[in-house]
């Protein structure tokens, strides 16, 4: 008698969960794993444009050399588009969680305050925004010279350079206000699913606001500030107005350099890298920290 | 001995410990900053509203900030005119859909099953989707343009809507990231005791599964939905042709006409007959780029805020 071919329930049920996770497995060869392991390839060298198809010539590391020793433009965009990230990711975690706290507080007219907050998430990261911005509508929000928060005669003995500054900082609050609708959601969510018997509790005991924020919000927040740490730091990286995305679409593929695109590409990764492995060590310990105690 | 009531709550304890009088100005305080807030976020939309209504003298004119003195709505006219909007939109309701429509069928399968199955292998897939959203579009858009390129895939849909079948597509991995960790936090319970009962895993997951997580559902399809749409650096390296422009693209179309060196612009004159074509004009186009999802979020927006106060992603 043949013996029928059976698994078993854990095999069966490994099996399920492969069925459901085909196209996915799928999508990871073509559409992540070749691009990744072809463009780090091409990352020592270039293309061979004698030949059909992706062939690569290579060169050793001569294109992160040529990158930092001959490229004039390149070094300048890194940094900025690393200032443009120092700079607006802090803002934009401190704001939205202060806006998740006060959505949070409001009773009054909550649903209302909450579609006016998420907006601008509509303008959305593309051409829109960029236009928006190009066209300094982010400054003229907030900005003092064009008289719309202080009546101009108040500021007059402000210096105009102190102004220019002020409206500048403005200028960025506003942008990060505009981009940061995705992480007040998300604090928001952190923030309701905690449970109110903590703050009762912190309350019994003579707490004020102030400590319970340090002590209850916080920490009960803290797994959610590290996924939004990380989601701003790499979405601050890809922004429309990022100078390195323009700068690799046109060495990759309007002058065909394609091994030295996609090495200013790895060399990104490596900085984003960087500071994504210090924020998740960071909040990482402090979480732990803040579990155990 | 003063009896405390067991009626009163703890909030309304802490809160007889403060003067009534400041606890109402600070109220007042937190609405003020609430409004002004509200303007910031609103204030785009105004802006958009009010410059693509204005003529080419209220522009001009700094007295006019808010209410232009005639409502000059040539400028939609013009705009549409120039952006080529019907194909625009064509081309951008096409690639939405059927790119939402792909990833919140592959990132919800992939994600219920890296929560719920010993998959082998599964760490290591869950390391890759953190891989893929940590890595940058600039990395990889060379070797993926090649390969498109070679496919022949350039100047078709197929780019921006193949990898969002498979998972992948704009942001997808951040997709497969929000339903793990919703599964991960949705009892069992319900699955093992539809399974008792003889149910199969994929009427399981259309019958049982599906319905319960509506609202992780509903926060991917508006996050996908508003991404699609507005997504610019993707289409404009792989949409090369003004045939196949995404409405994000075309608002190039306007700029470009308003950079025209003068001596090429006889053709405008006969359209431009009031010196219309202008700042307005693109704003009119940049506000009917917006418009449309700006429609399908109002029916969604209840749903979609809701859905992410409950969907639960504590980002464990």
């Known amino acids: ?293 | 001995m003063k009896q405390i009531s067991v009626k009163e709550t703890i909030p309304q304890l802490w809160h007889k410990t403060r003067h009534r009088g400041w606890r109402w100005f600070v109220t007042f305080l937190l609405y003020m900053l609430m409004c002004g807030l509200a303007f910031v976020f609103l204030y785009p939309f105004l802006y958009m509203l009010v410059t693509s209504l204005k003529t080419n003298s209220d522009l001009n004119n700094f007295v006019v900030q808010w209410i232009p003195r005639t409502l000059f709505f040539k400028n939609y006219s013009l705009a549409a005119e120039l952006m080529d909007y019907s194909t625009g939109l064509r081309n951008s309701l096409i690639i939405t859909v059927l790119a939402t429509i792909g990833q919140l069928i592959s990132c919800s399968m992939a994600g219920y099953a890296l929560a719920r199955y010993k998959v082998p292998g599964g760490k290591a897939m869950f390391f890759i989707i953190i891989l893929a959203l940590i890595i940058p579009t600039q990395t990889i858009i060379i070797p993926e343009y090649l390969l498109y390129a070679r496919m022949g895939w350039l100047n078709t849909y197929l780019p921006l809507i193949v990898p969002a079948f498979t998972g992948y597509g704009f942001k997808g991995a951040l997709y497969i990231f929000i339903f793990r960790q919703f599964y991960l936090g949705l009892p069992k319970e319900l699955e093992e005791a539809a399974r008792v009962d003889g149910c199969g895993f994929i009427r399981t997951f259309i019958r049982i599964v599906f319905p319960v997580a509506r609202s992780a559902y509903i926060v991917v399809l508006v996050l996908a939905m508003v991404w699609h749409w507005s997504n610019y650096y993707e289409p404009s390296l792989f949409l090369g042709n003004t045939e196949m422009q995404m409405l994000s693209m075309s608002l190039n179309n306007i700029k470009a006409t308003l950079n025209l060196p003068p001596e090429q612009l006889d053709f405008l004159y006969q359209i431009n007959d009031d010196n219309a074509l202008n700042n307005a004009t693109l704003m009119a186009g940049t506000l009917m780029v917006v418009i449309p999802i700006f429609i399908a979020f109002c029916f969604l927006q209840r749903q979609f805020i809701q859905g992410v106060e409950r969907t639960g992603l504590t980002g464990e």
């Not at chain 1, 969960?17 to 270039?46: E, K, Q, R």
């Not at chain 1, 061979?48 to 001959?70: C, H, K, L, M, S």
């Not at chain 1, 990060?176 to 699913?193: E, H, M, N, P």
């Not at chain 1, 730091?233 to 690799?248: G, K, Q, R, S």
Request: aromatic share 12%; charged share 15%.
């Open chain 1, 1 to 293: 008698m043949k013996k029928k071919f059976r698994l078993t329930s854990a095999q069966r049920h490994a099996l399920t969960g492969l069925v459901f996770l085909i196209p996915f497995l799928i999508g990871t060869a073509l559409f992540f794993l070749y691009p990744t392991v072809t463009s780090l390839l091409l990352s020592f060298g270039d293309t061979d444009d004698t030949r059909e198809g992706i062939y690569i010539i290579f060169q050793g590391f001569q294109n992160y050399v040529n990158a930092f020793t001959q490229d004039t433009l390149f070094v300048p965009k890194l940094l900025d588009s690393v200032e443009t990230m120092l700079i607006e990711t802090p803002l934009t975690v401190i704001l939205s969680l202060m806006i998740a706290i006060m959505l949070n507080k409001v009773q009054g007219g909550k649903g209302v305050f909450r579609v006016i907050y998420i907006l601008p998430f509509l303008l959305g990261t593309g051409d829109v925004m960029s236009q928006l911005i190009s066209e300094g509508v982010d400054d003229q929000v907030l900005s003092l010279v064009s008289n719309n928060v202080i009546p101009r005669e108040y500021i007059d003995y402000l210096s105009t350079d102190l102004l220019t500054a002020i409206d500048t900082l403005f200028g960025i609050i506003v942008k990060v206000l505009w981009s940061c609708g995705v992480q007040t959601l998300l604090f928001l969510s952190a923030i309701q699913s905690i449970s109110p018997a903590l703050y009762e509790s912190a309350y019994i005991d003579g707490a004020n606001q102030y400590e319970v924020f340090w002590r209850i919000t916080l920490p009960m927040v803290s797994p959610m500030l590290l996924l939004n740490l990380i989601y701003t730091v790499v979405t601050a990286f890809t922004a429309v107005d990022n100078p390195l995305l323009e700068y690799i679409k046109q060495l990759g593929i309007e002058q065909s350099q394609h091994g030295y695109a996609a090495a200013i590409g790895w060399i990104y990764f490596a900085v984003i890298l960087l500071f994504v492995g210090v924020i998740a060590l960071i909040v990482g310990r402090y979480s732990r920290k803040v579990k155990t105690a």
